[in-house]
């Protein structure tokens, strides 16, 4: 972020970006920005990715369970943090083919890139979601267990 002046990184933009913006970033971060996006700031976020989909698969599986609706359609909400790990290392993917090829931006790239960075958010944000109603469920069935 110290050499986009202010400009947000392609990767934390939950409502995407278009060609124009990618190239303004690009150029603003200068050869210096870019190489430390490309070196520094996607090699942590491979990590995560993976950390984030299996642990919230996890969790959301066991809370699941403890409501008894694990083996229920339910269970396939467990995919969403999986469906957005997939999407975060494509999002990632793109950035880096677009960080190496730069200046020669291909749109159809930005495109891409920009479609998987939406269903990042979305799906990050569904599951967030979906994490809250199912807190709630699990606390009110343990209140009610408590008042009988």
Known sequence: MEFSNGMNLLDMMPTGYDLNYVSELFTSLGENGRLTYLTSQIPVDMIYPLLFGLSYCLLFGYFLKKLNKLNSPYGYLCLIPIIAGIADYLENIGII???????????????????FSVIKSVSTSLFFIALIVVLITLGIKVLKRKTI
């Not at 083919?97 to 479609?115: A, D, G, Q, S």
């Open 97 to 115: 083919t677009m960080l190496k090829n730069y200046p020669e931006l291909i749109e159809r790239t930005v495109y891409t890139t920009n479609i």
